[in-house]
């Protein structure tokens, strides 16, 4: 299979058909919620506005973040050759690291090195942070403990990851159970070669839960009872979730225990999965499926579950590699943001923006752009955002606003059989004449336009760019323009979810 094109030099892969149904929806995985969350805003997603400011420089290809609950304010930023900085925002970006550990890590090719980092509940006492990466002298990915008062490194738990240099996952975080979790790319390489996202006799696609709290026989962590393999033969009972390609990043809702998590795509779709409590043993797709398409040569099996994901895109829309971000639970946006997820794009750089609106349903809006090369977005004590961008290396801090949309569509579907027609009224909300326009939407799998009216339509993949046909350039404020097309469908006979009016997200009407 032809390899992704890719812009610049990457940290990720991560990094770097027929559509067919999932026997798992979408509800079996995500937890119910039929009204908004203690502290979740009210504010439709087209109004919210993400921008970032620039606190810090000087990082060197920083790859995650973790905050210490020590009363310190402090943030520790990974970095990829092994070391670990502390930035406070009074004092900046500490001169000397907190962890250096290069002489354990292998960072050669560009997505090894060191990973992720996560702090136990207990850090101000026990003084251990935990940090995956890939360990010297054969690239396995190794999960240790550190143990700052020391200076001194465990090893805890390894895999084998010696075929390719890609695909090394590298997320780890404590779950609301106080168990640590840790996430494993498939091996690398194109397709799944080795397919190992659906083999459980090994950690490779995987998503783990152990307990380091203490120890058992020879491991140095115990596996708990309830982990959904312990005592399958053949398999490892490490395994909690598996059929990822490579889980980059993952984090836990703060206020429900809910886990999302941004799985690479091969290169046709990215997607996010949102999981209930407590839900082991899920298979999540992959190879058998990229996004919601079937995956042309994928590992599928005869009978198997597989539970979709809550929000999938395109390559088509300037990306390519998810980067899994955070539920905002903060306060000083909790008007704004509060219960929205947030996720971006290494490649496009895109804030992309998720809330379940309580009907099994996701509101889903485009709400700005990050700095260039996101590798990660994390969360101080308090639940406000940070992101770390991998080149030229700073770490930036999240803010929200509302801005209302100065446009909104309204859509009108009429479906039948395998065809649809859907027109589409185009309101300039605004306070400013739009002199040409071009409006940007994603189609739902398997539609594919046929023809189209009042506009010059262009499809890409999933994506469609409708523009101005010359006697309808001009919306002035309070008109409306109208357009539509014809698509055929495989069964998907939804309207368009979001839409850009020249880059501006657009309200959504009837």
């Known amino acids: 299979m032809q390899r992704r094109r890719w812009a610049g030099p990457l940290l990720l892969a991560l990094l770097l058909t027929a559509p067919a149904s999932f026997p798992a929806t979408a509800a079996d995985a995500a937890p119910p919620r039929t009204d908004t969350a203690a502290g979740a805003a009210s504010v439709p997603l087209p109004s919210l506005s993400a921008t970032t400011t620039q606190v810090a420089s000087g990082l060197k290809r920083p790859t995650a973040i973790a905050a210490p609950d020590d009363g310190t304010d402090r943030l520790f930023i990974t970095e990829k050759s092994g070391t670990v900085r502390a930035y406070h925002p009074d004092t900046g970006l500490a001169a000397d690291p907190l962890v250096d550990i290069k002489a354990a890590v292998d960072e050669s090719g560009n997505e090894r090195g060191l990973l992720g980092i996560a702090l136990p509940p207990d850090f101000a006492d026990s003084q251990d942070l935990y940090l995956a990466y890939t360990a010297l002298p054969d690239g396995a990915v190794t999960l240790a403990r550190y143990r700052l008062d020391e200076s001194r490194l465990e090893v805890l738990l390894s895999q084998e990851h010696a075929e390719n240099s890609n695909h090394n996952g590298g997320q780890l975080a404590f779950g609301p159970d106080g168990d640590l979790y840790w996430s494993i790319g498939d091996g690398g390489g194109s397709a799944d070669p080795l397919r190992s996202a659906q083999r459980l006799d090994t950690l490779l696609g995987k998503v783990m839960r152990i307990d380091v709290s203490r120890t058992c026989g020879e491991l140095a962590y115990c596996v708990p009872a309830g982990n959904p393999f312990v005592g399958t033969p053949g398999a490892r009972e490490e395994i909690w979730l598996y059929g990822l390609r490579n889980p980059w990043r993952f984090s836990f809702d703060r206020a429900d225990g809910s886990m999302w998590i941004g799985d690479v795509g091969q290169g046709r779709w990215e997607e996010i999965d949102h999981l209930a409590p407590g839900r082991g043993g899920l298979n999540l797709g992959w190879s058998c499926y990229e996004g919601l398409e079937k995956f042309e040569g994928g590992d599928c099996k005869a009978g198997e579950t597989y539970t979709e994901p809550v929000f999938t895109y395109s390559p088509y829309t300037g990306g390519c590699s998810v980067i899994g971000g955070q539920v905002y639970r903060g306060e000083e946006h909790a ?11 290494y490649c496009s750089s895109t804030v992309w923006a998720l809330r379940p609106d309580g009907q099994g349903g996701y509101e889903q809006a485009e709400i700005g752009e ?25 770490l930036h801090r999240v803010s929200f606003a509302q801005e209302e949309p100065t446009c909104r569509v309204d859509r009108t579907v009429t479906a039948w059989g395998t065809g649809a027609t859907v027109d589409l009224t185009v309101t300039n909300t605004g306070s400013t004449p739009v002199n040409g326009w071009t409006l940007e939407f994603p189609l739902a799998l398997g539609q594919t336009v046929v023809s189209d009216w009042n506009t010059d339509l262009n499809q890409s993949g999933n994506m469609v760019k409708a523009a101005d046909v010359g006697h309808n350039a001009t919306i002035a404020p309070g008109a409306s323009v109208t357009l539509g097309y014809l698509a055929d469908h495989t069964g998907d006979r939804s309207s368009p979810p979001r839409f850009l009016l020249n880059g501006d997200a657009c309200a959504i009407g009837d």
Do not use: H, K
Request: proline residues 6%; charged residues 15%; negative net charge.
């Open 335 to 345: 008007d704004l943001a509060g219960g929205t997820y947030i996720a971006t794009d």
């Open 370 to 394: 990050m700095p260039t090369q996101v590798t990660s977005i994390g969360a101080t004590v308090d639940g406000e955002f940070y992101v770390v961008n991998d080149l030229p290396g700073g």
